[in-house]
């Protein structure tokens, strides 16, 4: 079973960068999109950032000018570097991936923003 494995986040004071990066636990082909969610305290888990296979990106308004989203050439692995963060960023960032035989979800990372 291919699982979604994250790294970074962690705690760092506003205006600092951090950045998060997810790979697949196994080599997948035909993932069609990877991107980020994140999910705050008391509310619903949002878009950050998507990157398609095509290598087209999106990004959430609220970090269009902050957030960097990547991938390998491979396209199992997607980074998001997060610059000038904000105490509004704090969250569990969570990995998800596109597949052609479903979604899948990775364990969540904590991401916080000292003001």
């Known amino acids: 079973q291919v699982q979604l494995v994250e790294s970074g986040g962690g705690l760092v004071q506003a205006g600092s960068s951090l950045s998060v990066s997810c790979t697949a636990s196994?080599?997948?082909?035909?993932?069609?999109?990877m991107g980020w969610y994140r999910q705050a305290p008391g509310k619903q888990r949002e878009l950050v950032a998507i990157?398609?296979?095509?290598?087209?990106?999106n990004y959430a308004d609220s970090v269009k000018d902050r957030f960097h989203i990547s991938k390998n050439k491979v396209g199992n692995t997607v980074y998001l570097q997060m610059n000038s963060l904000e105490p509004e960023d704090t969250a569990v960032y969570y990995c998800?991936?596109?597949?052609?035989?479903?979604?899948?979800w990775g364990q969540g990372t904590q991401v916080s923003v000292s003001s």
């Open positions: 196994k080599m997948v082909t035909g993932i069609q999109a």
């Open positions: 998800h991936a596109v597949t052609p035989w479903g979604d899948l």
């Open positions: 990157i398609r296979a095509n290598g087209s990106p």
